[in-house]
């Protein structure tokens, strides 16, 4: 008769991935969206005069973010979310910054696009769509009905 055999919890077991060296918050990558955020929100509050040294400072700041490597997954993902936020709030059609959110999304194994597309011109005709799909099979399965009824009351 075999018995059971219990693992030994004791020892430590191997690894079968590879862990990441660098601690997630320690990933330069989330400094430079940090500054990037702090230099567009001095941007988004600052007056007439000071406008042009802000809008500068931004740039300066999105350039710094577009260079810094990314040294975690956590920080690949972090840093992708961002760009789409300001590729889509601010409408940015830069090419490098398009680049590398398209870059980000290849290296992370995501089928989906930098941007998210718009979805608000075909959500009432997907609508339609689907209550004329949800009428139909229902007609089909009432008619259906009928007609297996009437067949098998004739033999």
């Known amino acids: 008769m075999t018995h059971a055999r219990i693992p030994d919890f ?8 590879v862990v990441e060296r660098v601690p997630f918050h320690a990933d330069p990558v989330l400094a430079a969206i940090d500054a990037h955020d702090e230099a567009w929100s001095v941007w ?16 300066a700041a999105l350039d710094r973010l577009l260079v810094t490597p990314c040294a975690t997954r956590f920080g690949s993902l972090t840093l992708l ?6 590729i889509q709030h601010d409408g940015i059609t830069d ?26 011109p075909v959500a009432p005709i ?28 004739l033999a």
């Open 10 to 17: 004791s020892v430590p077991l191997v690894p079968t991935t």
């Open 44 to 59: 988004q509050a600052a007056p007439e005069a000071r406008m042009a040294a802000a809008q500068a400072e931004m740039s």
């Open 81 to 86: 979310r961002h760009l789409r936020w300001h």
């Open 95 to 120: 090419a490098a910054v398009l680049a590398r959110a398209g870059d980000l999304a290849r290296s992370l194994h995501l089928d989906f696009l930098p941007v998210t597309p718009p979805r608000e």
């Open 126 to 153: 997907l609508r339609a769509l689907m209550s004329g799909v949800e009428v139909a099979a229902a007609l089909v399965i009432v008619f259906g009905g009928v007609a297996l009824v009437g067949l098998a009351t």
